[in-house]
């Protein structure tokens, strides 16, 4: 019953560090998401993937790289972690049906730059 | 593109007062809606959704949402809240066949025990 799995669950980074979360979900779905949140601002779409392979940018990108190697893991790579990125980080996966798609959420992973 | 707007950002409510959170989004084509809530510290779980069919849709924990297509509307609703309803509820609507999700703002609310 694990759904989507992501680590770490906390992490404080200091500027110009690096850092990878990871986030794997053993639903088989085909869709993965990573999003932020930020008070008040909602969920932001950082990076999607619709399958093995395929990558593709979302709202707010810059900063952050994917990779999709395989259909259960969707790693997020930060690179120069900088204060701006101090934010809560949300996996999530979904599986496209004839009868509709929905969304299903990671615990999330809050990391602070400092 | 597709945007979702919520109305009210901030609700104080006591407990058993009723509730009702906007949420109105731009899409001229067909759509799945969502509400997800989040509470404290935890990441956000589905509470309803609506895919096709009856429009009132019901949830977990007494929730309802209702599709009023015409006016691209899905408010939810609950007739009696409690104290443990307190969090913050997201409205998201899906392109159907679409694999993106667009998410609202966000309403946080509190139940005054």
């Known amino acids: 019953n694990a759904g989507v799995t992501q680590t770490p669950k906390f992490r404080i980074l200091k500027i110009g560090q690096s850092m990878t979360l990871q986030c794997t979900q053993d639903m088989n779905h085909n869709y993965m998401y990573w999003y932020r949140q930020d008070p008040g601002m909602g969920l932001k779409l950082i990076y999607y993937?619709?399958?093995?392979?395929?990558?593709d940018k979302g709202e707010v990108p810059n900063g952050y790289n994917v990779s999709r190697s395989t259909t259960e893991d969707f790693p997020l790579r930060l690179e120069l972690a900088a204060p701006s990125q101090t934010s809560v980080y949300f996996c999530?996966?979904?599986?496209?049906?004839?009868?509709?798609?929905?969304?299903?959420f990671g615990e999330g992973s809050w990391l602070t730059v400092v | 593109a597709q945007s979702v707007s919520q109305h009210n950002h901030h609700v104080i409510l006591s407990e058993a007062a009723s509730l009702e959170l906007g949420c109105n989004y731009s899409y001229g084509g067909t759509v799945n809606l969502f509400w997800y809530v989040q509470y404290p510290g935890q990441h956000l779980q589905l509470l309803l959704k609506?895919?096709?069919?009856?429009?009132l849709v019901k949830g977990i924990k007494g929730f309802e949402a209702e599709f009023i297509k015409s006016k691209f509307s899905f408010n939810l609703r609950k007739p009696s809240v409690q104290w443990s309803d307190t969090a913050e509820y997201f409205c998201?609507?899906?392109?159907?066949?679409?694999?993106?999700?667009?998410f609202g703002t966000g309403t946080s609310l509190t139940v005054i025990p």
């Open positions: 999530a996966s979904s599986l496209l049906r004839e009868t509709g798609n929905t969304i299903y």
């Open positions: 998201a609507v899906n392109a159907n066949t679409g694999n993106q999700f667009y």
């Open positions: 609506y895919f096709s069919g009856d429009p």
């Open positions: 993937s619709v399958g093995a392979g395929i990558t």
